[in-house]
């Protein structure tokens, strides 16, 4: 991998921990409908005018219907349930319990697709759950948080996992930045009638809109356009392993920008959650040992 994918790859890892910092920080002002409104249309209108200049955007007419099942599992409920859950988790955690989308993933696959688990996904499946009930023994210990805040990150992570699987079954082949706009777009109209039925009372702060704005123009649009360059770049298997990066930056700019401290039990946690998605995802393989004939 040249230097220059490298870069982009922590700068896009980067961006994407931020993201969980932008909401934590946002959600409470905006409340959990209009902040991923304001997400999904600024994101829109960050991808819309690169889609136009590729003259692709009849695709997303002909696909209409599949995309908007992947912008109501990939965007509009994970994005709700992620913002509901930064109410009450830190943003580190938050970043951690994220981790967990291709360990759904692989098993929405193998329930739908009919794709093979192997020994080394099972064993990899059974560590990250190990690590998610670390962390949720840990925050249910400290008193303060129920595990619900915890089961919507999961639920929203499950999102993103059925929805890589509906791309896979119907929109193999369509091109990933018209997936991207379209699913951004078709989740604005979704959640219009939530977002104005939930409009703030009084006008969020201006550190509420830089935040949300950041959210939405970076965490959202600059970042779909930068990993979908790193996939053409260096193919969707090296690019994936940004989801190992996330956790990291997601922890640090936490405790950097919001002053959190993370327990040794849920680092812990976390890194039995990576460890288990790395073997899911096949980034580590069990290998056979290989008795030589004398």
Known sequence: MAIRDVIS???????????????????????????????????????????????????????????ALVGLANTAVPFVLFNYSSLHLEAGVNAILNATAPMFGAIVAWLWLGDKLTKSAVVGLFVGFVGVTVISQQKLGEGEVSFF???????????????????????HGVKPLVVATGSQAMASIMLAPFALATLPDTMPSVNAWINAVALAVGGTGIAYILYFKLIADIGPAKAITVAYLVPLFGIIWGVLFLQEHLSMQTIVGGLLILFGVALTTGVIKRKRLKVKPA
């Open 9 to 67: 790859l922590l700068v896009l890892a980067g961006i994407w921990g931020g993201s969980f910092i932008f909401m934590r920080v946002a959600a409470p002002e905006f409340g959990i409908y209009v902040l991923v409104a304001i997400r999904t249309l600024l994101a829109t209108a960050v991808l819309f005018p690169l889609l136009l200049i590729r003259g692709s955007v009849k695709e997303i007419k002909h696909h209409w219907l599949a995309i």
């Open 149 to 171: 805040p915890i089961l919507t990150a999961l639920l929203a992570t499950t999102g993103y996992g059925i929805a890589a699987c509906m791309m896979k079954k119907w929109l």
